[in-house]
């Protein structure tokens, strides 16, 4: 099911503005719809249908019993006020709440959306069905969120690249980071990883770049990006080229941004030996291809990001079991999920003998299809 609607809401000044909004449902075989929604100027139809298929094979790899959805609206939500925002996000839900459900849809936050965005889905969606928690996840902890959610994809990278650093005989201590997005992902991303002695070298954001090869100081330069709406200006290191930031010297390079960023024109130039795709899809398959002609080992978006709807899913259970769990069982609970997923990834690279891009996608494909043959929905 694929909705576009349009949004129209009365700015602060009197004038009235129109965006259009979509809600795209990929598939339900393992359960209802989960997905984020994006607040972004470049949301269209067939990037956010794209993201939704990602969520169901990112779902099956974790193994947690959800299907695929995404949905987003086209606006640049550093241009809109926060009343703003709120009437956009009222009139989205007032148009879409058909369309969500405990059962069958489950929105999350995605780029530029977060806990309040879902507080206002949440409130809204209630109008029409009834106080209704758990048909959003990423949701302020005083709505009945999950302690532990907005670090959860952040912390599933960590979880991830540990996974990952042990196969190849190392640890995160000691390997050298640059960061791409210092949103929700790449800020949480960035201070687990500085935490466990990962030497994080660069980090850029949609406000600049910033590089320290001494490493940079995170909870610094988190402190400069809250007060100054970016890493821009920060003290702590020398300012570099935004664009550079992908090709930089370090062991392990984490795109946590926008999709598309490693392609053709700059695969080659690449210097990390390990990809952890926080970003959904970063990679093109052109480089994808280059990479692993030049030995670079990619762990994909679909396992490296799943910590994300992991707690959202531990949210769900939480809400529908009237229960809250403490911080320290959710993340440990992650950890055991991130953990069996990259052995399962690992298990069907062996048996196919493939790259871990094709073992996470075949490990979800025949999860996917196994719950579509049992529900007889095959053709
Ligand atoms: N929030 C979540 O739980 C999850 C997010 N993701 C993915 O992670 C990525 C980041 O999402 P969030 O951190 O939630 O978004 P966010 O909106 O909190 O942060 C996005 C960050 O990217 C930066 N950015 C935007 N355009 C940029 C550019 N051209 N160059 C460099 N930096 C740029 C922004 O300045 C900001 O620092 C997206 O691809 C999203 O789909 C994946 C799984 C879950
Ligand atoms: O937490 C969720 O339900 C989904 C997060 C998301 O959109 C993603 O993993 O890309």
């Not at 053709?264 to 990390?272: F, M, S, V, Y």
């Amino acid at each position: 099911m694929k909705m576009q609607v349009e949004c129209t809401i009365p700015k602060d000044d009197g004038s009235l503005a129109t965006f259009v909004g979509f809600r795209i449902q990929h598939d339900n075989a393992r359960g209802p719809m989960k997905g984020g929604i994006r607040y972004h100027p470049e949301v269209e139809p067939d990037e956010v249908n794209a993201l939704a298929q990602l969520m169901t094979w990112k779902t099956a790899v974790a193994n947690i019993p959800y299907g695929g959805a995404k949905g987003g609206i086209g606006c640049d939500p550093s241009e809109l006020s926060v009343s703003e925002l709120e009437r956009l996000t009222r009139v989205f839900t007032q148009k879409i709440h058909d369309l969500i459900g405990v059962q069958t849809d489950v929105p999350a936050p995605d780029m530029g959306t977060g806990p309040q965005t879902m507080a206002w889905i949440l409130d809204e969606y209630s109008k029409f069905h009834g106080h209704s928690p758990a048909v959003v996840t990423g949701k302020p902890i005083d709505l009945g969120g999950s302690l532990g959610r907005d670090a959860a994809t952040g912390r599933g990278v960590l979880f991830a690249t540990e996974a990952l650093l042990k196969e190849h005989g190392k640890s995160v201590s000691g390997q050298r980071f640059v960061i791409q997005g210092f949103g929700n992902v790449g800020s949480w991303a960035a201070q687990l990883i500085s935490e466990k002695g990962g030497i994080v070298v660069a980090v850029s954001d949609i406000t600049g770049a910033i590089k320290n090869n001494n490493g940079l100081d995170i909870p610094s330069l988190l402190k400069h990006s809250r007060e100054n709406r970016g890493v821009k200006g920060f003290h702590g290191g020398d300012a570099i080229d935004p664009m550079s930031i992908l090709v930089e010297d370090c062991d392990v390079l984490v795109p946590a941004a926008l999709g598309g960023v490693i392609n053709r024109e700059n695969a080659n130039d690449i210097k990390a030996k390990f990809i952890v795709e926080a970003a959904n899809h970063p990679t093109d398959p052109e480089a994808d291809e280059i990479l692993k002609k030049r030995g670079v080992v990619i762990l994909p978006d679909i396992f490296a990001n799943s910590g994300g709807v992991t707690v959202s899913y531990f949210e769900w259970v939480q809400n529908i079991q009237g229960f809250m769990w403490d911080e320290e069982k959710v993340n440990n609970e992650l950890r055991t999920y991130m953990t069996k997923g990259f052995k399962d990834v690992k298990d069907m690279c062996k048996t196919h003998n493939c790259d871990l891009r094709m073992g996470a996608f075949t490990l979800a494909v025949n999860r996917v299809a196994r719950a579509t043959v049992l529900r007889g929905w095959e053709a």
